[in-house]
């Protein structure tokens, strides 16, 4: 017993004289606003600033500290010295949860700071898109002498229609809507694209909402190919698709069309899908 509470003593004596180290001298930054900055102008066309940036991927002097979601605060650890960051913005690839990942469309904000530790600093986070960006098709169905990208698919039962304001996403929208003698409605680009096959970065940017599963998909030389499915959304969503499957999978194609189709089924009759700000992107 003696021996035992002796060993006890010696153990609390060990804990009680334990170094700590302490924690590393930080301050916060906390991203006031995330905003995408696109550049519209009589030479450059970008499109929508809508975006759904989730979160972001940080580096301090170079090393990856984390992810962090849009609207939380971020530790920078500095000793009170002077630090580079690097702020990288991240998406739900696909709309998906579980597969966040940096966007590679747009540049990373960069820049120097010295701020006392313990501090919290706000600012807005306004992220560009990239110099090497290709927009190939833009779409946002506002009234044009050229007339629209997209159209009314052959094996389509209904054409398109504009939404109503109530409806509408910003400015005019387009409408696809079935009823009970419709059982496929379908729109595709009125041409077709040369895409990168083998290559990960080949994206939809999308403004939607639909009543039914909405598929989006590729038409290439003989055949479509579907490259995502849509799940029903009363209210207008922004996202991400990445089409690079669809585009490199067999049967490969010089240029492929993109579609977006909705079909009449028992379980869910009478569908529509409402559509705004298409662009399809790659590097």
Same mark, same amino acid.
């Given at each position: 017993?003696?021996?035992?509470?002796?060993?006890?003593?010696?153990?609390?004596?060990?804990?009680?004289?334990?170094? +700590?180290?302490?924690?590393?001298?930080?301050?916060?930054?906390?991203?006031?606003?995330?905003?995408?900055?696109?550049?519209?102008?009589?030479?450059?066309?970008?499109?929508?600033?809508?975006?759904? /940036?989730?979160?972001?991927?940080?580096?301090?002097?170079?090393?990856?500290?984390?992810?962090? =979601?849009? %609207?939380?605060?971020? =530790?920078?650890?500095?000793?009170?010295?002077?630090?580079?960051?690097?702020?990288?913005?991240?998406?739900?690839?696909?709309?998906?949860? %579980?597969?966040?990942?940096?966007?590679?469309?747009?540049?990373?904000?960069?820049?120097?700071?010295?701020?006392?530790?313990?501090?919290?600093?706000?600012?807005?986070?306004?992220?560009?898109?990239?110099?090497?960006?290709?927009?190939?098709?833009?779409?946002?169905?506002?009234?044009?002498?050229?007339?629209?990208?997209?159209?009314?698919?052959?094996?389509?039962?209904?054409?398109?229609?504009?939404?109503?304001?109530?409806?509408?996403?910003?400015?005019?929208?387009?409408?696809?809507?079935?009823?009970?003698?419709?059982?496929?409605?379908?729109?595709?680009?009125? /041409?077709?694209?040369?895409?990168?096959?083998?290559?990960?970065?080949?994206?939809?940017?999308?403004?939607?909402?639909?009543?039914? +599963?909405?598929?989006?998909?590729?038409?290439?030389?003989?055949?479509?190919?579907?490259?995502?499915?849509?799940?029903?959304?009363?209210?207008?969503?922004?996202?991400?698709?990445?089409?690079?499957?669809?585009?490199?999978?067999?049967?490969?194609?010089?240029? +492929?069309?993109?579609?977006?189709?909705?079909?009449?089924?028992?379980?869910?009759?009478?569908?529509?899908?409402?559509?705004?700000?298409?662009?399809?992107?790659?590097?």
């Amino acid at each position: 017993m003696k021996l035992f509470l002796l060993s006890f003593v010696n153990l609390l004596l060990l804990i009680s004289c334990k170094k +700590y180290k302490p924690a590393e001298a930080a301050f916060f930054l906390k991203p006031s606003n995330t905003t995408v900055a696109p550049i519209n102008n009589n030479t450059i066309q970008q499109g929508t600033a809508s975006n759904k /940036i989730t979160d972001l991927f940080l580096y301090v002097n170079g090393k990856f500290q984390g992810v962090y =979601p849009v %609207g939380n605060l971020m =530790p920078i650890i500095n000793k009170n010295q002077n630090v580079t960051i690097d702020v990288f913005p991240g998406i739900k690839n696909n709309g998906i949860n %579980g597969t966040r990942v940096p966007y590679p469309f747009l540049d990373h904000l960069s820049f120097d700071t010295l701020v006392e530790s313990g501090k919290t600093i706000e600012r807005t986070f306004a992220f560009k898109y990239g110099p090497g960006v290709n927009f190939d098709l833009m779409e946002n169905f506002e009234l044009s002498n050229n007339g629209y990208k997209i159209k009314r698919s052959p094996g389509s039962a209904v054409d398109y229609t504009f939404a109503s304001p109530g409806d509408s996403f910003e400015g005019r929208s387009l409408q696809v809507a079935l009823t009970s003698t419709a059982d496929i409605g379908q729109v595709e680009s009125t /041409i077709a694209y040369s895409l990168p096959a083998g290559s990960s970065n080949v994206y939809l940017e999308l403004n939607y909402k639909c009543s039914g +599963y909405l598929i989006v998909g590729l038409i290439g030389d003989i055949s479509e190919k579907e490259a995502f499915i849509l799940n029903p959304q009363d209210s207008w969503n922004k996202t991400y698709i990445q089409l690079s499957n669809a585009v490199s999978n067999t049967p490969v194609s010089d240029a +492929y069309k993109l579609y977006f189709k909705i079909v009449n089924t028992s379980e869910n009759p009478d569908p529509k899908f409402f559509l705004d700000n298409i662009k399809l992107l790659h590097l």
